[in-house]
């Protein structure tokens, strides 16, 4: 008797960046697939964060540990 193991594959999910506590598209609206190493098939389409996206995040890190959240214990 055999059995068999069936993949079943997902939707292909859309990943953005949560930055600013909502998720934002890539400034220039670049995306890249990522792969199902078990499959090799893709399951995600991400945001292709580009410098201003990282620009903007690294401003709000900034002001965000510069207010209540860095004075937390």
């Known amino acids: ?3 068999s ?3 079943i594959e997902p939707v292909l999910k859309h ?3 949560f930055i600013v506590g909502q998720w934002l598209q890539a400034e ?8 199902n190493p078990y499959t090799g098939r893709s399951w995600a ?3 292709d964060a ?3 996206d990282v ?3 690294v401003k709000v890190a900034r002001a965000a540990l510069e207010g ?3 004075q937390m214990p």
């Open 68 to 70: 209540l959240w860095g």
């Open 15 to 17: 990943k953005d960046l």
């Open 28 to 35: 220039g609206g670049q995306r890249f697939e990522t792969e």
């Open 1 to 3: 008797m055999s059995t």
């Open 45 to 47: 389409s991400i945001a």
């Open 55 to 57: 620009a903007l995040a």
């Open 50 to 52: 580009g410098m201003g």
């Open 5 to 7: 193991t069936a993949v």
